[in-house]
């Protein structure tokens, strides 16, 4: 079974970065997919990120204040996050899919205060 790992959680303020790292635990073939999503309380979750066949989608609340960077050999795809704001608040969760199966990291908490 497929495992992500997460890291780069935390508390910060307004205007402040971060940035989350996620791993496979193991070598994973046929991975087309790799990206970011975040859940705030009360709400769905939704995609911040994600790179899909080698092209990179950004959700509009979040264009020219995230980065995403992935590498497919490595199988780790990071998340810069820049100029956070407080409605950035969320538990952020990776995302890889292999051969239409999508593997998902345990989430890490980001909590931005104002």
């Known amino acids: 079974q497929v495992q992500l790992v997460e890291s780069g959680g935390g508390v910060v303020q307004a205007g402040g970065s971060l940035r989350l790292s996620c791993k496979t635990s193991?070598?994973?073939?046929?991975?087309?997919?790799m990206g970011w999503y975040r859940q705030a309380p009360g709400k769905q979750r939704e995609v911040v990120a994600r790179?899909?066949?080698?092209?990179?989608y950004y959700s509009e609340s979040v264009k020219g204040r995230f980065t995403i960077s992935g590498d497919n050999a490595k199988q780790t795809v990071d998340l810069q996050m820049n100029n956070l704001k407080p409605e950035d608040t969320a538990v952020y969760y990776c995302?890889?899919?292999?051969?239409?199966?999508?593997?998902w990291g345990q989430g890490t908490q980001v909590t931005v205060s104002s």
């Open positions: 790179y899909s066949y080698g092209d990179a």
């Open positions: 995302l890889i899919r292999s051969r239409n199966v999508d593997y």
């Open positions: 193991q070598r994973t073939f046929g991975v087309d997919t």
